[in-house]
């Protein structure tokens, strides 16, 4: 049985050890700084240190969830709410940011918040009104157990739905993940190819209409 609950700070390394194993060589992350490594490890290393960053600098004004099986932690997501502002520079500089300059470079992570900004841009735009999912992460040796549907279905639609929610939008770059999504319950709305260092990324974009909680008289 999985319980469960927010993270706090105390979480945030073993998220950010989660996400960086979990996401593994995703196109988004590879085309974008794996080119700056030499060897598998010190990527890896930066991967890690990069979600712990994005963490801490989303979780200041957003929400984010861990899944804890046998008091260990196999899930994790970070949800936005479009009531409250997106994590700036500021945000980012203060959550540790400007350890992720060396080795890839200042213009290299400024390029990434562009092409992080362009990636969701469709979301945005036609959804600007809707929770939005930034990270969904699982242990790699569990994934095929429905950790992922898990934590959608019995954590964040229902917290997005407490909230008054409607909507809950997110972006992914594999085609595992799609069918993923769709078969949650969510739309796909945009595709596009986003190109980044010489390199062609597929980015699709999904919505999820969320129901109104009934009140129980």
């Known amino acids: ?34 080119n700056a490594f030499k060897n598998e490890e010190s990527y890896n290393t930066y991967m890690e240190k990069l979600h712990r960053v994005n963490i801490k600098a989303n ?11 046998d008091g260990e ?3 994790a997501a970070l949800i936005q709410n479009p009531a409250k502002k997106k994590a700036d520079v500021e945000d980012y500089v203060k ?22 900004e362009d990636a969701r841009a469709d979301c945005d735009r036609k959804h600007p009104s809707a929770w939005y999912l930034e990270v969904l992460a699982v242990d790699n040796s569990m994934k095929g157990c429905g950790l992922g549907s898990g934590m959608l279905q019995d954590c964040l639609i229902p917290y997005v739905q407490k ?3 409607q ?33 062609r990324v597929g980015n699709w974009s999904f919505c999820m209409d969320i129901p109104k909680q009934q009140n129980i008289a």
């Open 1 to 34: 049985m999985i319980d469960y609950r927010e993270a706090g700070t105390k979480d945030f390394n073993c998220i950010a050890q989660l996400s960086a194993k979990s996401f593994g060589h995703y196109p988004y992350f590879d085309c974008a700084f794996h």
């Open 73 to 75: 932690i196999v899930s």
């Open 95 to 116: 959550a540790g940011g400007l350890s992720l300059v060396y080795p890839v470079g200042l213009s290299k992570i400024l390029d990434f918040f562009h092409f992080s």
């Open 59 to 69: 979780a200041q004004q957003n929400k984010c969830f861990v899944g804890v099986k």
């Open 167 to 199: 909507e809950l939008t997110l972006i992914t770059n594999t085609e595992g993940n799609r069918k993923f999504y769709v078969k949650n319950g969510f739309q796909e709305f945009s595709q596009r190819t986003l190109e980044k260092n010489g390199q």
């Open 163 to 165: 909230q008054g929610g």
